[in-house]
């Protein structure tokens, strides 16, 4: 497949790895062009277009909610974090979701702060 066969694949689509696991596309993060976030039944991976492949990081995770954020903004700080989790991290957004940790109705930044610690520590 070319990049731009790659690039033009729907957010949704099931492709499949290198590695012969399949994933479904969930964004195609600005910052690293060529690549999809691609959500697969062990977490969140990076998947570029050719042989590449590799875990999507804490940081590149926060880039999303930021960008997202920018897209969306009629929704809460800590409901972008939330929604962001349940795309990229489904199994840790349903760890806290409704517990102490759960950012989505809060716009306090220090609770969300501890949020993206504890999403960082469980990442």
């Not at 590149?60 to 909610?65: G, K, P, R, T």
Request: charged content about 20%; glycine content about 8%; proline content about 6%.
């Amino acid at each position: 497949m070319t990049r731009a066969e790659f690039n033009a694949l729907p957010i949704g689509a099931r492709i499949a790895t290198r590695a012969g696991q399949s994933g479904t596309i969930s964004a195609f993060p600005a910052n690293a062009p060529g690549f999809a976030l691609v959500v697969m039944a062990d977490g969140p991976f990076m998947v570029g277009c050719g042989d590449t492949e590799r875990a999507m990081t804490f940081n590149e995770f926060l880039i999303y909610v930021y960008k997202r954020h920018l897209d969306t903004p009629s929704w809460r700080y800590g409901q972008t974090v939330f929604n962001c989790l349940c795309d990229i991290n489904p199994e840790l957004a349903e760890n806290i979701r409704g517990g102490a940790w759960d950012p989505f109705y809060t716009t306090e930044l220090f609770l969300i702060d501890e949020c993206l610690d504890h999403i960082e520590r469980n990442w």
